[in-house]
């Protein structure tokens, strides 16, 4: 049984999110998708209460008021009024740092002073921060036919970072945002960051491991990212869980709306809800087999396979569950989570 800590659901579309973590015995969803205080949350919390709980939100801010003279007192507002609402984290989208912009219209750093307040009262109020900050290499290099995420880039062209932002500032580099990130960390050693995306560096698990070293509010999620991470060496990425294996949650970034699902990424169209079993069964075989040359989760993402990485039951309980129970403050027992059958 498992608790994925990051998808994003719109309630209308609930009932059918819930059967497909029944499908693949996924427990618990935590949604990123979650709303804010005055949008969507209170709604988000109700239908936790009617799921019985099986989808929990986070909240959500709007960093587009960044550039706003009131933004610090509206950012230590609204996480407040999160936490007092019962969400259970903060979702920070990849906006920051590609696509916030302040009155000047150009892009406002990861690290910039004016998010501050935000993770501060993150962390005073002890709300964890699933944050999201770059995205693959592949997204800051020219969009072309030798781009191995030519596919996906054709089909969402928003999604290139190569050359000059639409207003013809040059597009901030990979590096230096993942330098900016650090730099966000380790700014708020109170407050609990979760890295979506394997720690957004799924190309460089030397970096991620690094920082997981470095900082011990740190945190990561696996969603979207098993073809890239699976492309290491599986005795290098099984060594890297089970040293890590207290910091690592699983998340698939499984998206339910009423236009369809999307199962981890897709193309021109939204993916057939057929293929979640498949998608979720993807990600079991990589993390719990030695298997060589297995289809990895997600296809658009890349045409290539995995090999599994066979993790020891134990650190398979803690990627699953146990640590996801830990961080989020779940409740959840050992015995809710037994496996159905035994």
């Known amino acids: 049984m498992k608790v994925d800590v990051h998808m994003h659901i719109e309630l209308a579309s609930g009932d059918q999110a819930l059967a497909l973590m029944r499908a693949s015995n996924v427990v618990v969803g935590l949604n990123a998708s979650g709303g804010t205080p005055t949008f969507g949350l209170p709604e988000s919390k109700a239908f936790e209460k009617?799921?019985?709980?099986?989808?929990?939100?986070?909240?959500?801010?709007?960093?587009?008021?960044?550039?706003d003279p009131g933004f610090a007192a509206y950012a230590e507002r609204t996480v407040r009024a999160?936490?007092?609402?019962?969400?259970?984290?903060?979702?920070?989208?990849?906006?920051?740092?590609?696509?916030?912009?302040?009155?000047?219209?150009?892009?406002?750093?990861?690290?910039d002073a004016r998010f501050d307040p935000i993770f501060?009262?993150?962390?005073?109020?002890?709300?964890?921060?699933?944050?999201?900050?770059?995205?693959?290499?592949a997204f800051f290099r020219a969009p072309s036919t030798d781009n191995e995420r030519y596919d996906e880039l054709v089909a969402h062209p928003a999604w290139s970072f190569f050359?000059?932002?639409?207003?013809?500032?040059?597009?901030?580099?990979w590096e230096s945002m993942l330098e900016a990130f650090e730099r966000r960390v380790a700014r708020h050693p109170q407050t609990r960051f979760l890295g979506a995306h394997f720690g957004n560096a799924a190309e460089e698990p030397e970096r991620v491991a690094r920082m997981l070293d470095r900082y011990p509010n740190y945190f990561i999620d696996t969603a979207a990212r098993v073809p890239e991470f699976g492309r290491h060496s599986a005795d290098k990425m099984r060594q890297l869980f089970i040293r890590?294996?207290?910091?690592?949650?699983?998340?698939?970034?499984?998206?339910?709306?009423?236009?369809?699902?999307?199962?981890?990424?897709?193309?021109?169209?939204?993916?057939?809800?057929a293929g979640a079993p498949q998608f979720f069964n993807a990600h079991w075989l990589y993390f719990e087999t030695r298997r060589r040359g297995l289809a990895h989760p997600t296809p658009i993402?890349?045409?290539?396979?995995?090999?599994?990485?066979?993790?020891?039951?134990?650190?398979?309980?803690?990627?699953?569950?146990?640590?996801?129970?830990?961080?989020?403050?779940?409740?959840?027992?050992?015995?809710?989570?037994?496996?159905r059958g035994n």
């Open 50 to 67: 009617s799921s019985a709980g099986r989808l929990r939100p986070y909240c959500n801010i709007d960093l587009g008021r960044a550039g």
């Open 301 to 339: 993402q890349g045409k290539w396979t995995v090999d599994g990485i066979g993790l020891p039951k134990d650190v398979l309980e803690k990627l699953y569950w146990g640590n996801a129970n830990r961080l989020f403050s779940l409740g959840l027992s050992r015995e809710q989570m037994r496996p």
């Open 244 to 273: 890590y294996q207290d910091r690592i949650l699983f998340g698939s970034d499984l998206a339910v709306n009423q236009h369809g699902v999307v199962l981890g990424s897709s193309g021109r169209s939204m993916d057939s809800a």
């Open 163 to 173: 050359g000059k932002t639409p207003d013809g500032e040059p597009w901030p580099s």
């Open 120 to 137: 501060v009262t993150a962390g005073a109020v002890g709300l964890p921060v699933l944050i999201h900050v770059a995205d693959p290499k």
């Open 82 to 111: 999160c936490k007092e609402l019962g969400a259970l984290g903060l979702k920070i989208p990849k906006l920051l740092g590609l696509g916030v912009t302040g009155i000047d219209q150009k892009l406002i750093p990861v690290d």
